[in-house]
Structure formats: structure tokens, C-alpha cells
């Protein structure tokens, strides 16, 4: 048989420790950037707490987080 060094476990464990968790920083500032735009609290979730998916809106949250992760990656 064969054996392959590394895995899944390993890849996750390798991800956090080289990104130094960058990910998660876009996260949660994703997730506090619909808290204050769209009034959605993703710590205490309500049903009455929805956002219809629209393109523009999706657009408007990808486009933040990823100008947020440009300047965080300029400094």
C-alpha cells in the first residue's frame, strides 16, 4: 500500500499557522460589516433577521470584504 504524509489534519493545522488566523480577521469583519449595514445580528440570530441574497447585495459584501483584506494586506 501506500501512505501520504500530511492529510487533511495536517493541511488545516498548516493553514491556521501560516496565515496567522487571516481568514477569520475577514470573517468577522464580514459578519460586523452586515451587523451594522443590514441590521443582522449574527451573535443572537432572529428569524425575523433576513436579507434577501440579491446580486447587488452580495456584490456590495464581497466588494468590502475584499477591500478590507487589500488595505490589511498593504499595512
Do not use: H, R
Not at 493553514?15 to 445580528?41: S, W
Not at 440579491?54 to 475584499?66: G, R, S
Amino acid at each position: 500500500g501506500s501512505y501520504m504524509s500530511g492529510g487533511v489534519g495536517f493541511t488545516q493545522y498548516a493553514t491556521a499557522a501560516y496565515t496567522d488566523n487571516i481568514p477569520d480577521e475577514f470573517t468577522y469583519y464580514g459578519m460586523d460589516y452586515i451587523k451594522d449595514k443590514y441590521k443582522v445580528d449574527w451573535k443572537n440570530p432572529s428569524p425575523k433577521d433576513k436579507v434577501k441574497p440579491t446580486y447587488d447585495i452580495v456584490n456590495d459584501m464581497a466588494t468590502e470584504v475584499t477591500l478590507n483584506a487589500m488595505e490589511q494586506y498593504e499595512q
